[in-house]
């Protein structure tokens, strides 16, 4: 069986068939998910740490500098371990969870990896 695609658009995991294609119920944005075009597109960037080593999907990765959060009483410390990274292609190019907050999204250049 077939894992079901994500947009490549706005990456969100719920998009269903329309006979050949695939729509996405948040951004409208319909593809082929068997397309090459559209293979090259989800592989086409590239993201970096704060050192200039280049991060992967599952890679785990720490925090180099204290970020504040908004709407919360304390900030994200310094050397927070996060584990099992997803890369996305925005502004915010990280997504994960912290331990003691949740889900989030972070820019790459406040995370060092973490070489197992």
């Given amino acids: 069986m077939l ?6 658009q706005c990456k969100c ?26 293979q ?9 740490d704060a050192n200039g080593n ?7 990765v720490t925090i180099i500098k204290d970020l504040p959060v908004k709407g919360a009483p304390k900030s994200i410390k310094v050397g927070t371990k996060i584990t099992n990274i997803r890369l996305v292609d925005s502004d915010h190019n990280i997504d994960c969870k912290v331990p003691g907050f949740g889900a989030m999204a972070l820019k790459s250049e406040f995370v060092k990896k ?3």
């Fill in 54 to 60: 280049v991060l992967n999907d599952g890679d785990s």
């Fill in 3 to 8: 894992a079901e695609p994500i947009c490549p």
């Fill in 13 to 38: 995991d719920f998009p269903y068939p329309t006979g050949l294609l695939w729509m996405c119920p948040e951004c409208g944005h319909e593809w082929n998910p068997e397309s090459e075009t559209n």
């Fill in 114 to 116: 973490v070489n197992d």
């Fill in 40 to 48: 090259h597109n989800l592989a086409s960037f590239l993201v970096k």
